[in-house]
């Protein structure tokens, strides 16, 4: 509802005391799934991955500054989760990706995005991007308990990395942790692996593990 899109972005900013009605100003439309998938951060901004685009919040400011509707001309379209390499902004869609070169002055115009068609990923549900140590890693879900992480360069060509009932990828520093049902998996910038958490084999014991990362 457009309720819960407020209430969560106003958690994300309480500390900049911004508590204007953000959904209103942007003129969301009731029909939309106003969800927020994912929250990104980039040069003093928050992008928020939503169920009909991307919100673009000045943390400066206190203020949207742009919106993105990236469906077939200019229609609502839901964005799973933002990336940012040297020169791109990526955004993961359930039919792939799309990217634009971080200098285009009109990123809420959808023609200025490109649109992938023809890697790996093209017409895949992507979930999850990260950029690690110059790779782009992309989860795609194949079903409702399988992802596979593809992982690929800034040329935007793809081979699968990783697959399993995979829950969640986090990067610290020149560390990979990623999350699966029953261990962690901690990978160097080589993407070797370093270490492995499992499950226990005392039978008193469960580990489900959806989200884990490194503390510095």
């Not at 900049?16 to 998938?37: G, K, T």
């Not at 933002?82 to 002055?105: L, P």
């Not at 070797?192 to 469960?206: D, G, R, Y």
Request: negative net charge.
């Amino acid at each position: 509802t457009k309720k819960l899109l407020n209430e969560q972005i106003k958690l994300i900013i309480k500390e900049l005391e911004q508590v204007e009605d953000i959904a209103e100003r942007v003129e969301l439309r009731i029909e939309a799934v106003q969800a927020i998938y994912n929250i990104s951060f980039y040069n003093k901004k928050a992008y928020l991955s939503c169920g009909f685009g991307v919100v673009v919040i000045d943390l400066i400011r206190k203020e949207i500054s742009d919106v993105y509707y990236l469906g077939d001309n200019g229609t609502y379209m839901r964005i799973n989760d933002i990336a940012f390499t040297q020169s791109d902004i990526i955004v993961a869609t359930d039919d792939g990706i799309m990217y634009i070169d971080k200098q285009n002055q009109f990123p809420n115009i959808v023609n200025n995005w490109t649109k992938d068609t023809l890697s790996e990923l093209a017409h895949k549900q992507v979930v999850d991007l990260h950029v690690f140590d110059n790779k782009i890693l992309a989860m795609v879900a194949d079903s409702s308990d399988s992802n596979t992480i593809y992982m690929g360069s800034y040329d935007y060509q793809f081979l699968p990395w990783l697959s399993g009932n995979i829950k969640s990828v986090e990067s610290t520093g020149k560390k990979l942790v990623v999350s699966e049902y029953s261990k962690v998996n901690i990978f160097d910038n080589n993407l070797s692996l370093e270490a492995e958490v499992e499950e226990s084999n005392t039978s008193w014991f469960s580990m489900e593990a959806t989200y884990a990362c490194l503390d510095n």
